[in-house]
Structures are given as C-alpha cells and as structure tokens.
C-alpha cells in the first residue's frame, strides 16, 4: 500500500514539472517605469532592487528552486498578486490619484514591516531592510506625495468611489 501511495506520488510529480507558470521577464528598459516621473535616486533604486523588484515589477530574478513545482506556481502567485497591488514598471500609467495611494500604501507597508514578505526575506536575507533603509524609502515615497500634493488640486488625488 504504502509503495502505491508513493508511485502515485513520484509520478504525480514528474507530471507536474511540466507545467510551468510563463516567467516574469520583460527585455528592455520598461518605458512605464516610475522613474520616467520621478527621480530615483541610487539609493531608492538599490533598495528597490534588492526588496521590492522580484515581486513589483516587470522584471523578477528567479531563484533556481524556481524550476521545481510546486515551488513555481506558489512563486509566481506572489510576483502576480504582487504586480497587481503595485508595479513600479507601471506606475507612470497610473493616475495621479493612484500613485498617490501607492506611495501611501507603500509608506504604510514599510512602517509595519509587513514588505517584502517574510517568506520572501526567510531566503533573501540581503532584503531585511534596516532602518535607515527604511526610511530612505519613506522619505522618498513622502517626498513624491508630497511634490503631487504640491501640483493637483486636492479632490484629484482622491480615488474615486468603486461603482
Ligand atoms: C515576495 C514578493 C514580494 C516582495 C519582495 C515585496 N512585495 Fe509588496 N506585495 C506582495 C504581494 C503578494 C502583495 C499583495 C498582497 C498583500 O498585500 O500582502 C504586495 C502588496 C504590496 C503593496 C500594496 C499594499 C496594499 O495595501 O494593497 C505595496 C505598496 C507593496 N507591496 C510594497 C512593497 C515594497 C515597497 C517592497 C519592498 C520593500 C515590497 N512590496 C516587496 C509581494 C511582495
């Protein structure tokens, strides 16, 4: 019994390698990125790469253990809900009110720490952000709030309602 439990079991997994979720990978300079906006400096964009970018942009760096499912279908969930929430290869197709909400969100994840996610930092290590880390983000995010604050009229960085 128990050699036909892991029969159907080894099987079941070699079939399973043959269906790969399509891979996160755009070529080229993303001409949505939010540096096209704003400007980024190297230390905002260090930070982003190494923290954010796997799951927030059109670009992921995929570890090796990517080509074993199921350890693909789960990784790619997170780059898709992830992209969904936030895309920094997007972010100028956003509307200003949108962006303003991101940059908001963003400022709120840092402060909870709940970004980027702990299965995420449980193996890249080098995305534990420090506090000056941190805060280099927020002060960043605060600043592009802010420049937008300075240059729309109130009720335009304000989502509308969903219907
Ligand atoms: C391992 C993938 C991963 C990494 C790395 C990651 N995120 Fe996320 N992020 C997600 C997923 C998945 C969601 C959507 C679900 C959720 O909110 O937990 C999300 C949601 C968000 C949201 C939207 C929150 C909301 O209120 O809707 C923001 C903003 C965000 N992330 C910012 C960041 C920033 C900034 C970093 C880097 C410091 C980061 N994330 C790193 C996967 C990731």
Redesign the pocket.
Known sequence: MIKKILIVFIVAFVIIQFFRPKKNIAAGEQPNHISKLYNVPDSVKT??TK??N???SNNTNYPWYNNIQPVAWWLNK?VI??KR??NVDEFSTYSIAKQYK?MK??I???KEG????T??TLIHRD?I?NNAEKQT?INWCTSIRDSLKAKYPADSLVMPKRK
């Not at 709940?114 to 996610?117: A, H, S, T």
């Open positions: 930070i982003f923290a954010c796997d799951c927030h997170h809900d992830g929430h936030f991101k969100e963003c709120d994840e840092l709940e970004m980027p996610l299965s995420y995305a952000l983000l």
